[in-house]
């Protein structure tokens, strides 16, 4: 903290990569800003998800900042796919060059954000018992960070020790000689399963759903590669900016290249044949998996037929089938040895679709079907993703209305930047923007940049607040549905965290921008060309009108 004081032009709340990069921003134009962080360090994501083998599933040289050449030239990554203390490692780095630190609040989590509608200032309560306030208030709270804590019967009468890897200890977990529970499979358990199983004594397995996983194939970074990249990065950056995910052609490995074959052209000795040549990376080779019904069921059963040769007991390779969803419908998980950790005699799987969790046990895990002893309890069970940190925080804009109340029936914000009736109120890579279905770099830094120019455009003609059009928010929040409508992401048997799906009681509603990255950079500049279409502005306590023509 550069000085104490309670009144800001702008509060960011969150310390991860949207959080660091913004707290710069807005300081670099001059503007008093303060960050509020939860933890007791900055990385967000990367600070709380420690759990062993944790690891970005974007190219590290992509996943990094763009803003700074001085950045991007001076920081070395060693391996393709960076693992979590290394990303970890950057933006502690970031956060020491530009000198942030000063103006984070550290161990403090925001519980109240109120509209002042006399003041047109945001009023803001922390639970470290701080009174604050602000003009603009952005929320840089992250889409995966409000953990899933499933209501599991028993739980707190458990007798060994129970980590979620959303919350993994910054010491590690001693698990020699310990039986270890595990349950989920999505990224994180599929990261940490192959680990747990090397470190413990016994590891059980419990799978709900079964998953779609392929090798990462990571390795270190050639530096000559990593020369090239450098010596192009303006390039690169530019072609991450035309790109759908906001990831160049570039980036080494096969992982993000965009398949162009289809499925369906093949004969069944073409199938086979790929199926040699590709192994688990079936399911993301071919272009129609994602569009066609008919290339995703053969692709789903190349999948399994992968599956039954890499497991040696077939009874445990059947369990390992998905059946329920199809390929490409929750986010693709990309995993190091996996599947192989299957034959070890000290791991057992556990397929609850053949008998669900009863309980926790004070020594284990009751199912349907049996009852399994161990002495620490993994859970890897996912997030409220993309709205859970927001609706976690009483936010009340106009008229006392609450944001969850607005949001009940799903999030509605134009271009996922703002909410109308929530004045000044921006969201970085909210729901509405392509957000996790992109490098979250890449939408991060496009997002900050729109945010301080809009602040910055305000401030040059004397606005004092920013609110979108009832009839844009609506009209782009029917646009966001209509895109993932009829697409594999919405499929009636897809029970994503997209969608809300794995959280009870959640509005299922699609809640990314499926458009992809440059469509949607594309329209976030034509409203600030067309002169903030959409968005309304207040001046000394008149109301511009929303331009003609949206
Ligand atoms: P995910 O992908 O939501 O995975 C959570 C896993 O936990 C998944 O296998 C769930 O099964 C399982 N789960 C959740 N609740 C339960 C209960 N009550 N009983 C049994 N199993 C349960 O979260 P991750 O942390 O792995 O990954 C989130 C994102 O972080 C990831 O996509 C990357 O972007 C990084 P289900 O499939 O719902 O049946």
Redesign the pocket.
Known sequence: MSEPRDEFDAIVVGAGAAGLYMLHRLREMGLTALALETGDGVGG?WFW?RYPGARC?VPSLEYSFGFSEELQQGWEWSEIMPAQSEVLAYLNHVADRFDLRRDIRFETRLSAATYDESARRWRLATDAGDVLSARFCVMATGC?SAP?R?D?EGLDRFEGDVHY??GWPREGVDLSGRRVGV????????QCIPILAEQADHLYV????P?YTFPADNAPLEPDFQSFVKANYREIRKKQRASDTGVSEHAQGALFSTPTRRLLDLSAVERAAALEDLGFGVVRSFADIRTETAANEIAVEMYREMIRRTIDDPLVAERLCPREHPIGC??Q?VDTDYFITFNRPDVTLID?REG??EAITPTGLRTTNGEYEFDVLVL????D?MTGALRRIDIRGRHDRTLASKWADGPRAYLGLLSADFPNLFTITGPGSPS?LSNMMHSIEQHVDWIADCIGHMGENGFDEIEPAVDAEDEWVAHVIDEADGTVWTAPSC?S?YLGA?VPGKRRIFMPYTGGVKKYRAKCDEVVARDYEGFVFTRSGRTEPAPAGF
């Open positions: 994501t998800n599933d995966l899933l499933p599991f890897t959303s349950i989920g499979t999505g990224s994180s358990g599929v419990f799978q709900r759903t998953v929750k986010r998980v609850l669900g969790i890897a069970t996912g997030f993703a996790v029970r965290w794995n």
